[in-house]
């Protein structure tokens, strides 16, 4: 009898040792169904941020970027550049020119890390707006727009048009792949900088993929 009850609580335990591996698959696979879902409201976020400044770069007759504008930032290229109106939370068109293969295009607003709950890019507020003196901080998720975005090397370029309609363009001089805790290169500078930051490997996340860069052009006049 002893025997029988014995083999009864194994085949219990080993009943509920299974349901409890089952419980823990399901609620993986549902937080991972959870994350692919708020990912993709994200990137669909960013596209339309991304149409709404393009649209509204045409509608004002804003030059493209990378390209040279004339005039002063009052006048017919006043507000012409980012759509949505003047409520609108787009802050700057982000280009990475250096990957033209890719197409990598976002909208970054202007805030802090919050922002990047339910979008992909933040321009941090308490850094310079682009063109500005000292260190632009813009931080990105990788996922779901940039997933090449770590072929971006020394010498490339990212280009800025911000809503005034000028356009800066940034070139890479340093790039790192570092743990959280050893980045040091979000602090303030005394050049016209750029860095930018964002998660690595691809869907991993454990590291962050930092570069700085350098400015090099504003409206296709190069920086001396």
């Not at 970027?65 to 012409?80: E, K």
């Not at 990212?158 to 363009?169: E, F, H, K, L, W």
């Not at 792949?177 to 991993?204: A, M, N, R």
């Amino acid at each position: 009898m002893w025997r029988f009850r014995g083999r009864r609580l194994a085949l219990v335990a080993g009943c509920l040792l299974v349901l409890a591996g089952v419980g823990i698959t399901v609620h993986g696979l549902l937080q991972q169904a959870k994350v692919q879902q708020a990912v993709a409201a994200r990137g669909q976020n960013d596209v339309n941020a991304v149409n709404s400044w393009l649209a509204g770069s045409a509608s004002g007759s804003a030059a493209p970027v990378g390209t040279a504008t004339t005039g002063t930032a009052t006048g017919t290229a006043a507000n012409t550049c980012g759509g949505g109106g003047s409520d609108s939370d787009a802050y700057a068109l982000v280009e990475f020119t250096g990957l033209p293969q890719y197409g990598y295009v976002g909208v970054t607003v202007d805030g802090n890390w919050t922002n990047l709950d339910d979008r992909s890019m933040v321009h941090w507020s308490g850094s310079p707006a682009p063109g500005g003196k000292g260190n632009v901080i813009i931080a990105f998720h990788r996922e779901p727009d940039y997933q090449y975005i770590d072929q971006l090397a020394v010498g490339k370029t990212v280009t800025i048009q911000d809503r005034s309609c000028q356009t800066y363009v940034y070139t890479i001089t340093q790039r790192w792949d570092l743990t959280p805790s050893d980045v040091t290169q979000l602090v303030p500078t005394s050049g016209q900088e750029l860095t930018l930051i964002t998660c690595d490997p691809w869907w991993q996340d454990y590291n962050r993929l930092v570069w700085r860069a350098d400015l090099t052009s504003v409206d296709g006049v190069p920086v001396s």
